[in-house]
Nanobody, 122 residues
Framework: EVQLVESGGGLVQAGGSLRLSCAAS????????IGWFRQAPGKEREGVAL????????YYINSVEGRFTVSRDNAKNTAYLQMNSLKPEDTAIYYC???????????????WGRGTQVSVSL
């Protein structure tokens, strides 16, 4: 099971940008799809974006498409989530997770990071 650690969260004004990183513990990272999820207070965890292990295929939910970009560098065992044009409704704890499935659903992910807080002010 791959271990993941997120970083890069913080407080930003609306319209600003942040880049989240997800560092994996070993080279098996390249065998997994990486999903980015978020959970706002009082809400369920939702999948935001994912990237496949070897083909770099990507998927985004409608509310972030065109603003967020997911990428990965398998040589560095790291995935990224570039977030631009941030909105207050993007405020949440962001998690990365690894799965051998191509899925936007949290139940299909086995390995999770501890999360990083993203706060967007008006």
């Amino acid at each position: 099971e791959v271990q993941l650690v997120e970083s890069g969260g913080g407080l930003v004004q609306a319209g600003g940008s942040l880049r989240l990183s997800c560092a994996a513990s070993d080279r098996s990272f390249r065998d997994y799809a990486i999903g980015w999820f978020r959970q706002a207070p009082g809400k369920e965890r939702e999948g935001v974006a994912l990237i496949s292990g070897k083909t770099d295929s990507t998927y985004y939910i409608n509310s972030v498409e065109g603003r967020f970009t997911v990428s990965r560098d398998n040589a560095k065992n790291t995935a990224y989530l570039q977030m631009n044009s941030l909105k207050p409704e993007d405020t949440a704890i962001y998690y990365c997770a690894a799965s051998r499935l191509w899925s936007i659903y949290a139940r299909d992910y086995d390995s999770w990071g501890r999360g990083t807080q993203v706060s967007v002010s008006l």
